[in-house]
């Protein structure tokens, strides 16, 4: 597997536009007409960049954080956590930041349904502000072996549980994201089962450290990274991390998800991380953060095994990694 040590679209940190500056051009560009300003301007001051974080309930960040989610390893650099991505709506390679900013994300409708007392639909922004957010520093292991470290911003999948009220009968959470092929191009690929889609147990989803996440580096959560709303399952391979979710549905019947669909030999329902089971076609015993050279261990359950061991006891171990 090939991993860019820079890649080639990154912005360094130092030439990216200083935050103050960008934002008195977008005011600018809001008063004065974008058409005419926008036409006359060199194209560096018109394109996007990878900080832009959209306006969605911007008075809750930075969000205090919670020191029980610290880490023993460096956070990973954010110009490479923001622009080496995986979101295969909008292409099957890493370099997806800007054609992600398509996506508009507010409004943005979110339903919960299925086996519940309170089915809701919400707008996202009304969600996260009935949410306790706050900051966890959180691992994030991809099944193809690459890793990083990063302060997300958001609340427990707990809290969302909570206010949906499961029923007695239902024992998965299963969750969605968009479908809109004229914004994600990827998505006019047909051959993929659109739309992508994740699910957990539910004592799984009630975990202390199942978290959706709502922020990224003290602010609004970057749209390549899955905003409004997305998953941050640390202990599972990072494709359990659905990203702008759209609906959760709480059943009966254990979700097939997105990749499980594909292939279900390489992806399975649990794909708890561990290094001691190589994937099909490759070894899991190590990994390379984001931004660094040397490889390093890789760690049973991603180094949350304290936490989630428990939720696996009696269960044949083959089955929870693909
Ligand atoms: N909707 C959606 N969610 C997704 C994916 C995707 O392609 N589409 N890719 C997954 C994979 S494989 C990984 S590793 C993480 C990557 O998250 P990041 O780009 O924020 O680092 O998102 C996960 N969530
Ligand atoms: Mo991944």
């Given at each position: 597997?090939?991993?860019?040590?820079?890649?080639?679209?990154?912005?360094?940190?130092?030439?990216?536009?200083?935050?103050?500056?960008?934002?008195?051009?977008?005011?600018?560009?809001?008063?004065?007409?974008?058409?005419?300003?926008?036409?006359?301007?060199?194209?560096?001051?018109?394109?996007?960049?990878?900080?832009?974080?959209?306006?969605?309930?911007?008075?809750?960040?930075?969000?205090?954080?919670?020191?029980?989610?610290?880490?023993d390893?460096?956070?990973?650099?954010?110009?490479?956590v923001?622009?080496?991505?995986?979101?295969?709506?909008?292409?099957?390679?890493?370099?997806?930041?800007?054609?992600?900013?398509?996506?508009?994300?507010?409004?943005?409708?979110?339903?919960?349904?299925?086996?519940?007392?309170?089915?809701?639909?919400?707008?996202?922004?009304?969600?996260?502000?009935?949410?306790?957010?706050?900051?966890?520093?959180?691992?994030?292991?991809?099944v193809?072996?690459?890793?990083?470290?990063?302060?997300w911003?958001?609340?427990?999948?707990?809290?969302?549980?909570?206010?949906?009220?499961?029923?007695?009968?239902?024992?998965?959470?299963?969750?969605?994201?968009?479908?809109k092929?004229?914004?994600?191009?990827?998505q006019?690929?047909?051959?993929?089962?659109?739309?992508?889609?994740?699910?957990l147990?539910?004592?799984?989803?009630?975990?202390?450290?199942?978290?959706?996440?709502?922020?990224?580096?003290?602010?609004?959560?970057?749209?390549?990274?899955?905003?409004?709303?997305?998953?941050?399952?640390?202990?599972?391979?990072?494709?359990?991390?659905?990203?702008?979710?759209?609906?959760?549905?709480?059943?009966?019947?254990?979700?097939?998800?997105?990749?499980?669909q594909?292939?279900?030999?390489?992806y399975?329902f649990?794909?708890?991380?561990?290094?001691?089971?190589?994937?099909?076609?490759?070894?899991?015993?190590?990994?390379?953060?984001?931004?660094?050279?040397?490889?390093?261990?890789?760690?049973?359950?991603?180094?949350?095994?304290?936490?989630?061991?428990?939720?696996?006891?009696?269960?044949?171990?083959?089955?929870?990694?693909?």
């Amino acid at each position: 597997m090939l991993i860019r040590q820079t890649p080639r679209w990154a912005i360094p940190e130092r030439d990216a536009t200083p935050e103050t500056i960008f934002m008195s051009r977008r005011q600018l560009l809001g008063t004065t007409g974008i058409g005419i300003l926008a036409a006359g301007m060199p194209s560096n001051a018109r394109a996007a960049n990878f900080n832009d974080s959209p306006d969605v309930a911007t008075e809750l960040y930075p969000a205090k954080q919670n020191l029980t989610y610290s880490l023993d390893r460096k956070l990973s650099p954010r110009s490479d956590v923001l622009t080496y991505n995986n979101f295969y709506e909008f292409g099957s390679h890493k370099d997806i930041w800007q054609r992600a900013q398509k996506l508009s994300v507010k409004p943005w409708l979110v339903k919960i349904d299925g086996m519940v007392s309170n089915p809701i639909e919400l707008d996202a922004e009304d969600l996260i502000r009935r949410m306790p957010i706050e900051e966890r520093l959180y691992r994030h292991r991809c099944v193809e072996a690459w890793s990083m470290a990063v302060p997300w911003s958001g609340f427990p999948l707990r809290e969302l549980v909570k206010l949906a009220q499961p029923q007695a009968g239902a024992k998965f959470l299963e969750m969605r994201c968009f479908t809109k092929p004229d914004v994600a191009r990827g998505q006019r690929q047909r051959w993929y089962p659109w739309p992508y889609l994740e699910g957990l147990r539910l004592d799984e989803a009630t975990n202390d450290l199942a978290f959706i996440v709502t922020g990224i580096y003290g602010k609004p959560l970057v749209k390549q990274m899955g905003a409004p709303l997305r998953l941050a399952i640390p202990w599972k391979y990072g494709f359990k991390s659905i990203k702008s979710i759209v609906q959760f549905t709480f059943t009966d019947k254990q979700p097939k998800s997105f990749w499980e669909q594909l292939q279900s030999r390489e992806y399975g329902f649990y794909a708890n991380v561990n290094p001691n089971v190589d994937h099909p076609r490759w070894s899991q015993a190590t990994e390379k953060p984001l931004g660094q050279d040397e490889r390093i261990p890789t760690l049973l359950y991603n180094g949350y095994a304290e936490e989630v061991a428990g939720l696996y006891s009696g269960m044949d171990p083959k089955t929870l990694f693909y």
